[in-house]
């Protein structure tokens, strides 16, 4: 990856290379300690950096801005690779997994185990084993060790957009509030990054299945 950074005034003091690796945290973690790049990934830290070209300032511009090559530590497992996490809590939508630091990680009803079935009293997700002695039900309880294969990733850009354009169709009634209502100004906050998986194959669901 390359980027050219601006060196701001309070990082010039640093020496050289110390004040780039500093910008560039600033840059890809702003607010939390992990941060997903559009078709990139979940950047974690800042590996090395590979080059540094030559810094310019430019009229109007006390920063010196500086093109800089470097390698970042990126979490973006390749579709099909096995992994490990812990169920995070279940829904009518699937089983939500954790790595403990990546929870956007969904296994829906059609890829666990068959047959399967969700609990309402409980709130989890079960596997109906059928054995000799009739089925058995195996839950998928919460914190529970689960193995998983990756099948499908999807990145939503979550960039900033402009506000949303009112309609103009209708003018609004006298007396009528024109601001949006409390149910519409909630937006539900997407994933920008999430991971599909399955756990309908042999050895793959809880650790316990197969352990025992």
Same mark, same amino acid.
């Given at each position: 990856?390359?980027?050219? /950074?601006?060196?701001?005034?309070?990082?010039?003091? #640093?020496?050289?290379?110390?004040?780039?690796?500093?910008?560039?945290?600033?840059?890809?973690?702003?607010?939390?300690?992990?941060?997903?790049?559009?078709?990139?990934?979940?950047?974690?830290?800042?590996?090395? /950096?590979?080059?540094?070209?030559?810094?310019?300032?430019?009229?109007?511009?006390?920063?010196?801005?500086?093109?800089?090559?470097?390698?970042?530590?990126?979490?973006?497992?390749?579709?099909?690779?096995?992994?490990?996490?812990?169920?995070?809590?279940?829904?009518?939508?699937?089983?939500?997994?954790?790595?403990?630091?990546?929870?956007?990680?969904? /296994?829906?009803?059609?890829?666990?185990?068959?047959?399967?079935?969700?609990?309402?009293?409980?709130?989890?997700?079960?596997?109906?084993?059928? #054995?000799?002695?009739?089925?058995?039900?195996?839950?998928?309880?919460?914190?529970?060790? /689960?193995?998983?294969?990756?099948?499908?990733?999807?990145?939503?850009?979550?960039?900033?957009?402009?506000?949303?354009?009112?309609?103009?169709?209708?003018?609004?009634?006298?007396?009528?509030?024109?601001?949006?209502?409390?149910?519409?100004?909630?937006?539900?906050?997407?994933?920008?990054?999430?991971?599909?998986?399955?756990?309908?194959?042999?050895?793959?669901?809880?650790?316990?299945?197969?352990?025992?």
């Amino acid at each position: 990856m390359f980027t050219c /950074i601006p060196s701001i005034l309070h990082l010039a003091r #640093t020496r050289g290379s110390v004040a780039l690796v500093c910008r560039l945290h600033l840059d890809f973690l702003p607010s939390s300690p992990l941060q997903v790049v559009y078709n990139v990934g979940l950047c974690i830290c800042l590996y090395d /950096i590979t080059k540094l070209d030559d810094s310019y300032i430019f009229p109007g511009d006390g920063a010196a801005h500086t093109k800089v090559n470097f390698r970042y530590v990126v979490f973006h497992p390749f579709l099909d690779e096995i992994l490990v996490g812990k169920i995070k809590y279940c829904s009518q939508e699937g089983v939500h997994v954790t790595m403990g630091f990546f929870d956007d990680i969904l /296994i829906p009803p059609e890829s666990l185990q068959q047959p399967a079935k969700f609990d309402e009293a409980e709130q989890v997700w079960l596997w109906e084993y059928e #054995t000799d002695e009739g089925a058995h039900d195996l839950y998928m309880d919460q914190g529970e060790e /689960i193995r998983f294969r990756v099948t499908d990733e999807v990145f939503i850009d979550t960039s900033p957009s402009g506000p949303a354009t009112a309609s103009t169709d209708a003018a609004a009634q006298p007396g009528q509030s024109t601001q949006p209502s409390a149910e519409e100004s909630v937006e539900k906050k997407e994933a920008p990054y999430t991971l599909i998986g399955t756990i309908c194959e042999p050895g793959l669901g809880l650790l316990s299945w197969w352990n025992s």
